[in-house]
T-cell receptor, first 116, second 114 residues
Framework: DSGVTQTPKHLITATGQRVTLRCSPR?????VYWYQQSLDQGLQFLIQ???????AKGNILERFSAQQFPDLHSELNLSSLELGDSALYFC???????????????FGPGTRLTVL | AQSVTQPDIHITVSEGASLELRCNYS??????LFWYVQSPGQGLQLLLK??????LVQGIKGFEAEFKRSQSSFNLRKPSVHWSDAAEYFC????????????FGKGTTLSVSS
């Protein structure tokens, strides 16, 4: 158990819909990352939040957004869903040092999204 | 841009045999290198990491990896594979141009035969 929790575990929805994925980081971790894992693209970084503020963006679509709340949990919002958005979405958390150095990330179990 | 290549998509090893999974990377000034394992239906678990210092790093479950700057490689090894090691293995590098996010290779699926 990594200490990172994600809900829901599975999500099935239709094209055009909007869903919200939730993540709670490990206790004490201020940094949260979202990744998408699909068969064709592999594991891709989407977005990072640090202590409530957006820190970095990866290959995140404009239809996707995220936020991190004062209690440090994070939500990833996916809208106008398409078939190609079907994937496993992972949240990870880490301790980021004062100098912003890279550290190991601890991953949650993921949310499997199926768009029909 | 930083990138990670795992040349082998699928490897089959006999139980008890040795294992080496290959990883090549491109990086900036300081390589932050990781190996993660993903069992079916599970999240990613960190096996080991390299930040600096001794180029041979030990991880969990009997795994080790060697950083070779001259070859831009960070190969994962295990002297004797167990059936429970069957999983997907990902090499990752810290992405300096993307905050502190990780860039992952495509992964290598390990099958263990009896």
């Amino acid at each position: 158990d990594s200490g990172v929790t994600q809900t829901p575990k599975h999500l099935i929805t239709a094209t055009g819909q909007r869903v919200t994925l939730r993540c709670s980081p490990r206790s004490g971790d201020l940094s949260v990352y979202w990744y998408q894992q699909s068969l064709d693209q592999g594991l891709q970084f989407l977005i990072q939040y640090y202590n409530g503020e957006e820190r970095a963006k990866g290959n995140i679509l404009e239809r996707f957004s995220a936020q991190q709340f004062p209690d440090l949990h994070s939500e990833l919002n996916l809208s106008s869903l398409e078939l190609g958005d079907s994937a496993l979405y992972f949240c990870a958390s880490s301790v980021v040092g004062l100098a912003g150095e890279i550290n190991e990330q601890f991953f949650g179990p993921g949310t499997r999204l199926t768009v029909l | 841009a930083q990138s990670v290549t795992q040349p082998d998509i699928h490897i089959t090893v006999s139980e008890g045999a040795s294992l080496e999974l290959r990883c090549n990377y491109s990086y900036g000034a300081t390589p932050y290198l990781f190996w993660y394992v993903q069992s079916p239906g599970q999240g990613l678990q960190l096996l080991l990491k390299y930040f600096s210092g001794d180029t041979l790093v030990q991880g969990i479950k009997g795994f080790e990896a060697e950083f070779k700057r001259s070859q831009s490689s960070f190969n994962l090894r295990k002297p004797s594979v167990h059936w429970s090691d069957a999983a997907e293995y990902f090499c990752a590098v810290g992405a300096e141009q993307a905050g502190t996010a990780l860039i992952f290779g495509k992964g290598t699926t390990l099958s263990v035969s009896s």
